[in-house]
């Protein structure tokens, strides 16, 4: 008997495979979105700590969370895909700019190792007719 000794040669990745693993990890994330509906939809219309609440409150309360968390979680998905997409929260201002801060002239704005930044004169625009 002689041994055998089997190369793989590098071959391309498969588009078809490359497609077929894509489709099944988004069919993976949709099961899992599911389940976490299933699993708040069951936790409000159980009411967990809640008494005296009628069936229909319950409900609504439980489809309108449900839908909430659907619609946050498509519109995270469609910003992450959009960079041009409006700020969904209040913006964060730079700390360095949250002050104002008076310099009169001839005096130094900033200073580096080897610049200092000094305002010479302030003077107004003669292009508008209002000064301001």
Known sequence: ???????????????????????GVIALLLLVALLALLVVLTTNLLAIGRVG?????????AVD?????????????????????LPREPLVY??????LAMTAAG????QGASHAL??????SR???PDPN
Not at 94 to 99: G, P, Q, R
């Open 118 to 123: 000094r305002l010479v004169e302030i003077r």
């Open 1 to 23: 008997m002689r041994p055998v000794i089997v190369l793989e040669a590098n071959r391309a990745p498969n588009p078809l495979a490359v497609l077929a693993r894509v489709l």
């Open 94 to 99: 730079d700390a360095e700019f949250s002050e």
């Open 65 to 85: 969370s449900a839908g909430a968390t659907l619609q946050r979680s498509a519109q995270r998905v469609t910003d992450r895909f959009d960079p041009a997409h």
């Open 126 to 128: 003669s292009d508008t």
């Open 53 to 61: 609440d009628d069936f229909g409150s319950r409900a609504r309360s």
């Open 107 to 110: 005096g130094d704005i900033a």
